[in-house]
């Protein structure tokens, strides 16, 4: 059974660095075919992808924030770890983080999501 | 930041059919599989349709994916009061670089 979770701060300041992690289990990113991404979603408004990482460290961004994203993973500890720049009020949403199976395209598989609000 | 487009809203009572459009482009849609998700409210989105009209096990068959050029459409048939929820279609997109877009979503509500 795959689940994952996504643990970070609640609150964070404008200009802040946020920093999220994926724990994850019943896969492994090692293990071919293999990603995992997160999504975000503000409060009332459409999901927006943001990034995904692959077993063999093909990482993927969002056009529109690749200059604030990265994307780590830790195959030892079963992490992907998130870490978008200079946060603001309009970045405060629900984080989600997902598996993804390349091979089968078979669709994404949640973590439940995690809130972060950006205020001062 | 969504590039592909859903009406805001659909509605039906129970027992009816009800059918979300999601349109594209010829990088998203019209060259990669569509999928759909179903948020509940107050919970993550779940997988509904992948590969276009593939569901996943435990999903009734009440719900049906199609794809036709740049557009998609999900269907539910038989609708019942449980189905109230956001749905969101979903594809790779090749434009820029490979990446992931999801649709604006769609409000279903069983009146």
């Known amino acids: 059974q795959i689940t994952l979770k996504e643990s970070g701060p609640t609150l964070v300041k404008p200009t802040q660095t946020l920093t999220l992690t994926c724990t994850f289990s019943?896969?492994?990113?090692?293990?071919?075919?293999?990603?995992v991404g997160w999504i975000r979603q503000p409060p009332g408004k459409a999901l927006e992808w943001l990034a995904l990482i692959y077993w063999n460290d093909d990482k993927r961004y969002s056009p529109s924030l690749k200059s604030r994203l990265t994307i780590t993973k830790d195959t030892s500890k079963n992490q992907v770890v998130l870490t978008m720049t200079n946060m603001d009020p309009v970045d405060t949403a629900t984080y989600y983080c997902?598996?993804?199976?390349?091979?089968?395209?078979?669709?994404?598989?949640w973590g439940q999501g995690t809130l972060v609000t950006v205020s001062s | 930041q969504s590039v592909l487009t859903q009406p805001p809203s659909a509605s039906g009572t129970p027992g009816q059919r009800v059918t979300i459009s999601c349109s594209g482009s010829?990088?998203?849609?019209?060259?990669?599989?569509v999928y759909w998700y179903q948020q509940l409210p107050g919970t993550a989105p779940k997988l509904l349709i992948y590969?276009?009209?593939q569901r996943p096990s435990g999903v009734p068959d009440r719900f049906s994916g199609s794809k036709s050029g740049t557009s998609a459409s999900l269907a539910i048939s038989g609708l019942r009061s449980e189905d109230e929820a956001d749905y969101y279609c979903a594809a790779w997109d090749d434009s820029l670089s490979v990446y992931y877009v999801f649709g604006t979503g769609t409000k279903v509500t069983v009146l």
């Open positions: 010829s990088s998203n849609i019209g060259s990669n599989y």
């Open positions: 019943g896969f492994s990113l090692s293990t071919s075919g293999v990603g």
């Open positions: 997902a598996h993804e199976y390349y091979y089968d395209s078979s669709g994404l598989n």
């Open positions: 590969r276009n009209n």
